[in-house]
């Protein structure tokens, strides 16, 4: 069978198997279902180191990221991107390609490095979703990031959304959400990207881009970081809160601030009226107004409810069950926050380990991607295919327009282009055919050429605890042995998760 007609029939088996089917009974169920979960995907090896550790202590060492040595691969892959840990401030002296003192060779010199510093986010990014052991936190920074989504191509947040997942996300991808919230709410991409930076009293001094108030970041901070559509505010708290954010912005650079891009509050911009929000008085104070704001919308039900119902459809289903969200609700409001205690609860709720839920996500084209890398035990040096494909799927890293981020449920990303898209990416990481090995140059050439490396059937479905439907495995079995991988990364089962 040709690639073409083998990508039609496997396209239209994947579009029929999305519904219950008969399925062998795996080796390890529960360390399957925990690993897929908590992972970006299984490696080699993985099952048996948790069957011998357990399945407990696994969950607590990925808890507590900082127990856990990082691994060597993403330490040398990372030392080679010298832009990864600047801080706004150094990425704009270093690449503002806005400098109206550079002629215009310099200038398109550096326009150029700019955009090699968003690169270098995304290569950073995919290394450590890729190669880290410290994979919960790697999992919990893509979701926070999609929570608190800031898009790379809007004007200086191309320089600056590797700094942010670096110094807001990470760091508090697992600790409380009020510090989390704080961090995003004061770093310049997010104070950029939602234009907080232009916010201003109505009678304040107007200056440059400055025009008045601006409701962007008031409205997405209760609609999509905090209470929720449905949480109880409305246009009057909006506005309130816009005026509470008045003078939260940067230093811009020039003569008195030399200095670049960091987080200012200036006063001589803010509205110091007293404002009624959620139905509390808020006596005009300065920059305290916005820190005793965060503080309530942190603490109210309905964000606790609102992240709840987001984590337990990120880690069960796609519509999670009412009495999990209210237990992880209870616990959020119990723990003032904290986010792994959250997630210990969730995952060692009953909902959690419910067989019904085993293999129901369907991956995001993210998770797809980086499991497929993951399950094969490849060391790769070149993960441009990896976002070559993401892009064609509608999910680039750092690439989501609209401020709530990529959804992660089926409804979003199941369809027949996809599902081709995906195959075609299966089948070449099969036969070897991505350059994403180690690139080599000959004498007749300076282009690199990656060696073909196959991938072996029989390891990659004991990689993956040989987890299948009696209708795949049938279908894996009869088929040639030079499309059996491809046939693995394609099937039903290994698009959920």
């Not at 299984?42 to 900082?66: A, C, F, M, S």
């Not at 309530?296 to 069950?321: C, E, G, M």
């Not at 399950?375 to 799927?393: A, C, D, H, R, Y």
């Amino acid at each position: 069978m040709n690639t073409r007609k083998y990508l039609v029939v496997i396209v239209s088996y994947l579009l029929l198997s999305f519904t219950s089917v008969a399925h062998a009974e795996p080796v390890n169920p529960k360390v399957i279902h925990l690993l897929n979960r908590l992972t970006l995907g299984i490696r080699p090896g993985e099952i048996d180191r948790v069957k011998q550790i357990g399945i407990d202590r696994y969950i607590q060492q990925q808890l507590y990221p900082d127990s856990i040595a990082e691994s060597p691969i993403v330490t040398e892959k990372l030392a080679k991107l010298d832009a990864v840990n600047l801080s706004p401030v150094e990425l704009f002296q270093r690449y503002n390609p806005q400098d109206l003192q550079l002629s215009p060779a310099p200038k398109k010199v550096l326009q150029q490095q700019a955009k090699q510093v968003t690169n270098q986010a995304i290569e950073a990014r995919l290394w450590r979703s890729i190669y880290s052991d410290r994979q919960l936190q790697a999992v919990m920074v893509d979701f926070w990031y999609n929570h608190f989504n800031v898009y790379a191509d809007k004007g200086l947040d191309r320089l600056w959304v590797g700094a942010y997942e670096q110094q807001a996300i990470r760091p508090h991808a697992l600790g409380k959400f009020r510090d989390l919230l704080g961090a995003t709410a004061r770093h310049p991409a997010m104070l950029f990207y939602l234009d907080n930076w232009q916010n201003s009293a109505p009678n304040a001094n107007q200056k440059g881009k400055v025009r008045g108030l601006n409701e962007n970041y008031a409205r997405e901070l209760m609609e999509l970081h905090t209470l929720g559509v449905d949480g109880g505010y409305n246009q009057n708290d909006v506005i309130a809160l816009a005026k509470i954010f008045t003078g939260w912005g940067f230093k811009q650079p020039g003569k008195k601030v030399p200095d670049g891009y960091s987080f200012q509050f200036n006063s001589d911009r803010h509205d110091f009226s007293t404002k009624k929000f959620l139905n509390l008085e808020i006596v005009g104070s300065g920059m305290a107004e916005g820190e005793q704001a965060l503080d309530l919308l942190s603490w109210h039900p309905s964000t606790a409810r609102q992240i709840s119902f987001k984590l337990a459809q990120y880690f069960v289903t796609d519509n999670p069950p009412k009495s999990l969200v209210d237990q992880l609700s209870k616990r959020f409001k119990a723990t003032g926050g904290n986010i792994k205690l959250v997630l210990d609860t969730l995952f060692h709720s009953p909902e959690f380990w419910n067989r019904k839920y085993y293999g129901a996500k369907f991956k995001t084209p993210y998770q797809y991607a980086i499991s497929s890398i993951r399950s094969t035990g490849l060391e790769i040096n070149n993960v441009k295919p990896l976002n070559s494909l993401l892009t064609q799927l509608g999910m680039p890293v750092y690439g989501c327009i609209s401020p709530n981020g990529y959804k992660n449920t089926q409804e979003a990303w199941l369809n027949p282009d996809s599902m081709t898209r995906r195959l075609n990416f299966a089948t070449n990481l099969a036969k070897g055919k991505l350059p994403i090995s180690a690139a080599t140059t000959t004498a007749a050439s300076s282009i690199p050429t990656a060696p073909m490396v196959t991938i072996d059937p029989v390891k990659l479905s004991a990689t993956l605890g040989d987890n299948f439907s009696i209708q795949t495995q049938q279908a894996i079995d009869t088929s040639n042995p030079e499309i059996r991988a491809a046939l693995i990364l394609g099937s039903p089962e290994f698009m959920k998760k």
